[in-house]
């Protein structure tokens, strides 16, 4: 199966960005950092999200991120498909923490069931048929607004929704500016796809 190994975020002050992740996520190797070599503005085109199995994950986690210096996009709340909020890292990217339950079953841990990376393109269809050819499985699809691609535990689930409806979510202006701040590590790079987004081969555990 093709699996995403790696999310790399551009930073101006990546050891910065990379003391906030260990500090609100700790996901280790999923999410690296490098030194942004163009600023990009506005609406970068993705969002990355945790899920987790209960709201009182959730909401460790949303707590966790504004103390290491998140700033609140939309505040935590029950919405018809679950509960979630979203913030924004230092770095500029916008990270959705959401769960599909609306009542805890336990007490809160933070743990963080699955990590996916939600593209925002102008084609879903297009966008969906690039990554088919290069061996991801589509799992699941609502037509021209969405498709998710089966990945195995552990990795980052893709999933691609339409731009200017992803840039709604989250309040954002989708015309933005400047490059996505993202290269994705996986089976398939390196490659581009036909909204820009970047992949390279997956890059070895880091060394501490």
């Known amino acids: 199966m093709t699996n995403i190994a790696s999310i790399t975020l551009d930073a101006t002050d990546t ?5 906030f ?8 190797d999923l999410v690296r950092t490098r030194t942004a070599a163009e600023a990009a503005t506005g609406f970068r085109g993705f ?29 935590v709340a029950k919405s018809m ?4 909020g979203i913030v924004q890292a230092p770095d500029g990217a916008v990270w959705q923490l959401a769960t599909s339950t609306k009542k805890n079953t336990g007490p809160a841990t933070g743990k963080v069931d ?5 593209l925002g393109v102008e084609d879903v269809a297009a966008t969906k048929k690039f990554y088919a050819g290069r061996g991801l499985t589509v ?19 893709l999933s691609l929704y339409r731009r200017r409806a992803l840039a709604k ?25 036909p909204d820009g987004f970047a992949w390279d081969a997956a890059a070895p555990a880091r060394v501490s």
Do not use: M
């Open 15 to 19: 050891e910065a960005a990379d003391r």
């Open 21 to 28: 992740y260990a500090t609100a996520f700790d996901l280790g």
């Open 47 to 75: 969002t990355l999200s945790l899920i987790t199995s209960q709201p009182a994950d959730v909401d460790v986690l949303v707590e966790s991120a504004l103390a290491a210096g998140a700033t609140t996009v939309k505040p």
């Open 81 to 84: 498909w679950g509960y979630g």
């Open 114 to 118: 699955e990590v996916v990376l939600l």
């Open 139 to 157: 799992s699941k699809g609502f037509g021209r607004s969405y498709a998710e691609f089966a990945t195995d535990p552990g990795s980052v689930k």
């Open 169 to 193: 979510t989250v309040g954002a202006d989708p015309q933005g500016a400047g490059p996505h701040g993202l290269l994705i590590g996986g089976d398939i790079g390196p490659c581009t796809d």
